[in-house]
T-cell receptor, first 112, second 115 residues
């Protein structure tokens, strides 16, 4: 069963705008991660936020985590056409599992 | 780049035939995974391995078997392919580093069509 659920399923914005994607999950986690997938390619790890962290930055990416609401958001600032991709959240559940459970993804289109 | 190679990258096969997908890694990682990706379902774990000859089922393991006789190779076999197994299959490895969590690195995918 899916642990993470991304929202929205699809997002279309203009270059230069910010893009925000959300992820909700069901069970307690060790960490939550965001991945990116370009069309026809494998997923690429973007950023990891641990359960005791509330916010993390990496370049133009900002991730927040609210464990009380079991939700996370990924913000991409000043988006570029090259950011067009699908974005997935993945959770590592508590208990030391080596398995990540992925959501269904948000398809982001950045129009030039 | 985590040194993951999948083969074949594209395959068309007939219903009822067995199919084996191969995943090869060059970095001696202990954990390896097979996921499938389908529209509307995202990525779902089929099987994973935590060492040579040590494997376990994921959430969609029915109709699939795996083998890992060497650290570097993880094979996924569709015992009798069905049209519902038409999908993109991704192999992955995991790394843990410096107190961080388990990060997954993916191969480029194998596109399988069952006709």
């Amino acid at each position: 069963s899916q642990q993470g659920e991304e929202d929205p399923q699809a997002l279309s914005i203009q270059e230069g705008e910010n893009a925000t994607m959300n992820c909700s999950y069901k069970t307690s986690i060790n960490n939550l991660q965001w991945y990116r997938q370009n069309s026809g390619r494998g997923l690429v790890h973007l950023i990891l936020i641990r359960s005791n962290e509330r916010e993390k930055h990496s370049g133009r990416l900002r991730v927040t985590l609210d464990t009380s609401k079991k939700s996370s958001s990924l913000l991409i600032t000043a988006s570029r056409a090259a950011d067009t991709a699908s974005y997935f959240c993945a959770t590592e559940t508590q208990g030391g599992s080596e398995k990540l459970v992925f959501g269904k993804g948000t398809k982001l289109t950045v129009n030039p | 780049d985590a040194g993951i190679t999948q083969s074949p990258r594209h395959k068309v096969t007939e219903t009822g035939t067995p199919v084996t997908l191969r995943c090869h890694q060059t970095e001696n990682h202990r954990y390896m995974y097979w996921y499938r990706q389908d529209p509307g379902h995202g990525l779902r774990l089929i099987h994973y391995s935590y060492g040579v000859k040590d494997t376990d089922k994921g959430e969609v393991s029915d109709g699939y078997s795996v083998s890992r006789s060497k650290t570097e190779d993880f094979l996924l076999t569709l015992e009798s392919a069905t049209s519902s197994q038409t999908s993109v299959y991704f192999c992955a490895i995991s790394r843990r580093s410096g107190g961080q969590g388990n990060t997954i690195y993916f191969g480029e995918g194998s596109w399988l069509t069952v006709v």
